[in-house]
């Protein structure tokens, strides 16, 4: 499997997943463009992968903002056409924390604004140079919450059942360009994200998945690379859930 010589973003790239998709794609021989609100942390993270021979350049960008992904845009594709967009990028504030009638309008919009209203921003901003480009990938970052129905948590699991919706909607739009477009939904994942995630909540994967050990970074990202690659060239439109069989989907 090679990327060799292909350019691809990957948004919320400064740490945890995203750096690790980043790390992986780059292993595979991608020119990568890390996106990140914080430039504290992407401008480190694209220096680490350059330190390991990749080839790689950080941009900043607030995904709730129309301008700044659009300038965004323009700067990662001034150079040529872009092959590939990982959909990382998103916000997992308050879980376990406030029903739905207890969430008020901001922290819905807040939610919602990154996760799949920048995902919507994003896509739609470099998508036309994907189809310059004759082919091309789009992966979103998905999350099983949104299968499972994860209690106290209505603003975040719409937002991924929204950007899944997408996913598909996307693929059906794309088909005829050659771009594929799929979702990769983890489990409660161990990185900086999983952070503020209550204990109880970690508890409940422990107890619930099908493969005891806690899920890392590591096991997600060679399924992103495939997607990525050739060999998948006819895999659109799906959702491939990868959290040790917490939920079957």
Not at 14 to 32: N, S
Not at 68 to 74: D, F, G, L
Not at 94 to 114: F, N
Request: hydrophobic content about 45%; some cysteine; glycine content about 12%.
């Amino acid at each position: 499997m090679t990327l060799h010589g292909r350019s691809i973003l990957v948004t919320g790239a400064g740490r945890g997943l995203g750096l690790a998709i980043a790390a992986r794609l780059g292993a595979d021989g991608a020119t990568l463009w890390l996106a990140d609100i914080r430039a504290d942390w992407g401008e480190p993270a694209a220096e680490k992968l350059r330190a390991d021979g990749v080839d790689a350049r950080f941009v900043q960008v607030d995904l709730r903002d129309e301008i700044s992904v659009a300038e965004m845009a323009a700067t990662v594709t001034a150079e040529g056409p872009l092959y590939g967009l990982v959909n990382n990028a998103a916000l997992a504030d308050g879980v376990g924390g406030k029903a739905i009638h207890e969430l008020s309008v901001e922290e819905w919009d807040r939610i919602l604004g990154v996760n799949l209203r920048g995902t919507f921003l994003v896509s739609r901003a470099v998508v036309p140079s994907l189809i310059e480009n004759g082919s091309g990938r789009v992966i979103t970052i998905g999350s099983d919450a949104a299968l499972y129905g994860s209690p106290k948590l209505a603003h975040y699991i719409a937002s991924k059942g929204g950007v899944c919706a997408l996913t598909r909607a996307m693929s059906r739009d794309l088909g005829s360009y050659g771009i594929t477009v799929n979702t990769v939904s983890p489990g409660l994942t161990e990185s900086e994200s999983a952070e503020k995630v209550p204990e109880h909540r970690h508890e409940l994967y422990r107890l619930n998945r099908a493969l005891a050990r806690p899920q890392q970074p590591s096991d997600l990202v060679g399924a992103v690379a495939f997607l990525m690659g050739d060999e998948a060239s006819y895999i659109t439109g799906q959702q491939l859930v990868i959290n040790g069989g917490f939920v079957l989907n």
